[in-house]
Nanobody, 124 residues
Framework: QVQVVESGGGLVQPGGSLRLSCAASGFTLDYYDIGWFRQAPGKDREGVACMHSSDDSTVYADSVKGRFTISRDNAKNTVYLQMNSLKPEDTAVYYC?????????????????WGQGTQVTVSS
């Protein structure tokens, strides 16, 4: 069974950090481009960070550059999103997704597998 499961969300104070995990089963993540997306209440889902499988190149949304880092551990078939210096506007449900051979990996079109999401709340 193909499955993608996020974890690691929670409540954190502004300026704090969280690390989200995205574990895959039923397929091998290192053959896929991986994206992290988020959706805040009343807003469209947006791309946050992504990594191409071909060369591990990464792309970040301007709003998270310098604060978020995407990485993968192929041995664990898991992708991570390290989030530092969190702001209240980072509050959202965060999703990871896997797709093959994507040209624009921050665009959610083309992704084949999606997780159920994990809530991140940044508040004092």
């Amino acid at each position: 069974q193909v499955q993608v499961v996020e974890s690691g969300g929670g409540l954190v104070q502004p300026g704090g950090s969280l690390r989200l995990s995205c574990a895959a089963s039923g397929f091998t993540l290192d053959y896929y481009d991986i994206g992290w997306f988020r959706q805040a209440p009343g807003k469209d889902r947006e791309g946050v960070a992504c990594m191409h499988s071909s060369d591990d190149s990464t792309v970040y949304a301007d709003s998270v550059k310098g604060r978020f880092t995407i990485s993968r551990d192929n041995a664990k078939n898991t992708v991570y999103l390290q989030m530092n210096s969190l702001k209240p506007e980072d509050t959202a449900v965060y999703y990871c997704a896997a797709g093959a051979g994507l040209l624009y990996c921050l665009d959610q079109l083309g992704y084949d597998y999606w997780g159920q999401g994990t809530q991140v709340t940044v508040s004092s």
